[in-house]
């Protein structure tokens, strides 16, 4: 019976070749998937991060690495702070958690159980390694795990949050841990269970990093914005929030959810412990899940200021305890000052969630299989680093202090120097990886860019780089107050002063060549 049937089958398959073979040429058959049938919600997803400028910096960058091309420019490289991808723009990897990778990787004959392992690797990493090869099972990073995750390793992550916030041992629970590809897959997963349907709403800030705008475009879901205050150093105003959340149900939206960034992307801003009460609160009172972005908690540079997590806020404010607070919070190992992005390693905490939802988002996450395995190695190095006394304590400390350094001195140097130039306006960068300076544009550049159909700074943007090799991000792309024109640079690349002395000079030269 198999073989008549695949003899069947085989003739059915014959059949449609020769019918497809007999259509005429002159009548080809219409594609099926085409820019004009592919979903409208994708075609208006737009992630300016890597966008209209970045591509074009990519074709410049082929361009200069030929013999032909390289004389077409004035620069003979790209310098991109288009994005926070410290690795990328010469940040060097901290040596433990790279150490204990490597253990993972290798087989244990050639990396744990080597004679001459001890010679190579400290007594600290070859432990840690032996452990977390342990919990996954023995069939180390080259197998599927858990689709939440390594338990051991989620472990890690409820224990450095209890440490972190100060909160009673025991009540993280890992079951509401799953660890994700990045933050990003986190994020994602969240929304798409808080988006039923065309008509649901969440609240983001105003500016804010494009991956809610677009998620939200992709979902179909409404964007609610409530601006951030630029004069205040990016603050928060409760008012705005009032109104922003008014507005939208006014016109019918189910308000679902809101968005906070903290430490700001793009904006840079760190938020006091009261600021973030009052947001949980807020959420709390209007019934809102508050999605709580801390990827940037480990960059926090001015004297004084302390990151706050919104887990600690509604922790003493009794709202977990009272269940009386929705939070779902995310981290990752792509910043702070281990900036593993390419490890592709976050996770999301989550608090007030029911249990159906959380077999829900477990189903979503064993669609996927799991998150990759060094993904999730690298965030239980994130959650647990060297103890005082071991073998690499000392020196772990101190590559991640002198990354730290570096990267709140580039903070003064890039934001103090776009703020000293004229016709600029830069906030102080007192946490994140970037600065977003507002940009007075020309007349001649404002009609310009009309008559060519995208945003002025994006005009500027596109001169910027075709004109220094800088690779920034129109403010556009972010969203911002009607009549406000800028870009968002990072403060990672150790030509920042460079960046900045650029930017200085091309904006004179861009300002005569549209002056009118």
Not at 12 to 30: N, Q
Not at 382 to 399: I, L, Q
Request: include cysteine; charged fraction near 20%; hydrophobic fraction near 35%.
């Amino acid at each position: 019976m198999l073989s008549l049937s695949r003899l069947a089958l085989g003739s059915t398959a014959a059949s449609a070749v020769v019918d497809v073979m007999a259509t005429p040429m002159s009548t080809p058959r219409r594609k099926q998937l085409t820019i004009d049938t592919i979903s409208d919600n994708l075609k208006k997803m737009d992630y300016a991060v890597r966008g209209k400028i970045a591509i074009e910096a990519d074709r410049i960058a082929d361009e200069l690495s030929s013999k032909e091309g390289s004389s077409k420019h004035p620069f003979d490289h790209i310098i991109y702070t288009n994005i926070g991808n410290p690795h990328a723009v010469q940040q060097k990897a901290i040596t433990w958690p790279r150490q204990v990778m490597a253990l993972l990787q290798l087989p244990d004959a050639l990396g744990i159980d080597h004679p001459k392992v001890s010679e190579l690797f400290p007594e600290d990493a070859i432990k840690r390694a032996r452990e977390m090869k342990k919990a996954l099972g023995g069939h180390g990073i080259g197998a599927y795990t858990h689709s939440k995750g390594v338990r051991e390793f989620r472990q890690d992550v409820a224990n450095f949050i209890e440490n972190r916030d100060h909160a009673e041992k025991g009540s993280v629970d890992v079951e509401s841990i799953f660890l994700t590809a990045g933050a990003s897959e986190a994020i994602t997963m969240l929304m798409s269970a808080l988006i039923k349907d065309s008509n649901c709403g969440v609240m983001l800030p105003i500016p804010q990093y494009p991956l809610y705008s677009a998620t939200l475009d992709l979902l179909g879901g409404h964007k609610v914005g409530y601006n951030l205050d630029e004069k205040s150093n990016w603050g928060l105003n409760m008012e705005e929030l009032e109104r922003s959340l008014a507005e939208a149900k006014a016109k019918g939206i189910n308000m679902v959810g809101l968005v906070l960034i903290n430490p700001g992307n793009p904006t840079g801003q760190v938020l006091s412990g009261d600021e973030v009460k009052d947001i949980v609160t807020f959420c709390a009172k209007n019934n809102l899940v508050l999605l709580s972005d801390e990827v940037y908690q480990e960059n926090v540079y001015r004297e004084g200021d302390k990151f706050f997590s919104s887990r600690r806020a509604a922790d003493e404010l009794g709202l977990i305890k009272n269940d009386a607070i929705q939070l779902c919070s995310f981290h990752s190992v792509s910043k702070g000052v281990m900036g593993e992005c390419g490890q592709r390693g976050g996770y999301v905490e989550m608090v007030g969630i029911d249990s159906e939802v959380n077999d829900c988002l477990y189903k979503l996450a064993a669609s996927k299989l799991c998150s990759n395995a060094p993904g999730q190695a690298m965030v239980s190095l994130m959650c647990r680093g060297p103890s005082p006394g071991d073998a690499s304590y000392e020196s772990h400390t101190m590559e991640k202090k002198a990354v730290f350094e570096g990267l709140k001195e580039r903070a003064r140097l890039v934001s103090n120097g776009l703020d000293s130039i004229p016709g600029f306006s830069c906030q102080p960068a007192t946490g994140a990886m970037y600065c977003f300076p507002s940009v007075q544009m020309p007349p001649g550049a404002i009609k310009a860019s009309n008559e060519l159909g995208f945003s002025p700074d994006t005009l500027y943007a596109l001169d910027l780089l075709q004109t220094t090799g800088i690779c920034v991000v129109p403010a556009s792309g972010f969203g911002q107050e009607e009549g406000r024109f800028g870009f968002r640079t990072t403060f990672l690349s150790p030509e920042s002063k460079y960046v900045v002395d650029s930017i200085r000079n091309h904006y004179e030269s861009f300002c005569s060549k549209y002056s009118s």
